[in-house]
């Protein structure tokens, strides 16, 4: 079974502090992603790796950055949060399969920033 | 660009009852569609893509480039079927995938 794990799935921060959420796929998948949860928005693409060191922008990466420093691993850093970054982030990851490969999905970060 | 729209954000049925979620997508090249479900309390996982032609738990889409649209169908609905459904797409051969705003589905006794 694919394993995606979240390393934390609740944070609790405050406005200004920088955020990391990781993490860690064990399948060998060379694409990852960062979505974004919002009710009645649906999940929003923040950034994504199609392979390690290689990053390109979603549709809403503004406020964030990543890092792909391991095939394993994609970490999302929020470099100053705000309020309106409180929300359920999804980690997934999957064989690229010309585009038709099955993500995979972590069990979600759920972030509130005060 | 690509876009996903999921006209439904709630849709309660009959058990029994046929059920429909509509999806429209808008996109230039050949796309691949999916459709993914979450139960409650666990992860999003895929349901089905269009590439499979296959029925999954009574679950059946058909691509329709015609209407742009990947509807999904269940001739008859079971409340295990109360979920949210993301239709999502991508390009073929292109990495993004992009999701739909949901709907979510409640099948009454």
């Known amino acids: 079974d694919v394993k995606v794990t979240q390393s934390s799935r609740y944070l609790v921060k405050r406005t200004g502090e920088k955020v990391f959420l990781e993490c860690v796929q064990d399948m060998d998948h060379e694409n990852m992603f960062w979505y974004r949860q919002d009710p009645g928005l649906g999940l929003r693409l923040i950034y994504f790796s199609y392979d390690v060191k290689m990053k390109e922008k979603g549709d809403i990466p503004e406020g964030y950055s990543v890092s792909r420093e391991k095939k394993e691993r994609f970490s999302l850093i929020l470099e100053s949060a705000s309020t309106n970054q409180t929300s359920m982030y999804l980690c997934a990851s999957r064989r690229p399969q010309g585009g038709t490969g099955e993500l995979f999905f972590g069990e979600g970060s759920r972030l509130t920033v005060l | 660009a690509q876009r996903v729209t999921q006209p439904e954000k709630l849709l309660s049925v009959f058990k029994g009852a046929p059920v429909e979620l509509k999806c429209n997508y808008s996109?230039?090249?050949?796309?691949?569609l999916f459709w993914y479900v979450q139960y409650s309390r666990q992860r999003l996982q895929l349901l089905l893509r269009h590439i499979s032609r296959e029925s999954i738990k009574g679950f059946t889409a058909d691509l329709n480039k015609g209407e742009t649209s990947f509807h999904l169908k269940k001739p008859f609905a079971q409340e295990e079927d109360s979920a949210m459904y993301y239709c999502?797409?991508?390009?073929?051969?292109?990495?993004?995938?992009?999701f739909g705003a949901g709907t979510t589905v409640t099948v009454r006794a």
């Open positions: 999502a797409l991508s390009g073929r051969g292109d990495y993004k995938l992009s």
């Open positions: 996109y230039s090249g050949s796309p691949e």
